[in-house]
């Protein structure tokens, strides 16, 4: 069974950093491209940053471009969302998900393994 885990979410003041883990099981996603989504009450699923298979490639939605940052160790089967200068608007849940591609995409709908969700919430 295919399980994608997040944790590191929680409560930060602005301006402040939290570091998302997803440690996925059931099957190795090192060929595969991985990424983060978030989703606020009462708006979509949105993207915030994918990643290649190998690394080597990564995209970030505009409004967090600069402030985080995306990585995997395929070694490790874990992916990364390491955040910076957290500002009140990047309050929601944060997802982790896997494509059965390589190729980094920024639709949710290329996805097909989601995580449950980790909650961060940014106090101004």
């Known amino acids: 069974q295919v399980q994608l885990v997040e944790s590191g979410g929680g409560l930060v003041q602005a301006g402040g950093s939290l570091r998302l883990s997803c440690a996925a099981s059931g099957r190795t996603f090192s060929n595969n491209a991985m990424g983060w989504f978030r989703q606020a009450p009462g708006k979509d699923r949105e993207f915030v940053a994918g990643i290649s298979w190998s690394g080597r490639t990564t995209k970030y939605a505009d409004s967090v471009k600069g402030r985080f940052t995306i990585s995997r160790d395929n070694a490790e089967n874990t992916l990364y969302l390491q955040m910076e200068s957290l500002k009140p608007e990047d309050t929601a849940e944060y997802y982790c998900?896997?494509?059965?591609?390589?190729?980094?995409?920024?639709?949710?709908?290329?996805?097909?393994?989601w995580g449950q969700g980790t909650q961060v919430t940014v106090s101004s």
């Open positions: 998900a896997a494509r059965r591609g390589s190729y980094l995409r920024d639709n949710r709908g290329d996805y097909d393994y």
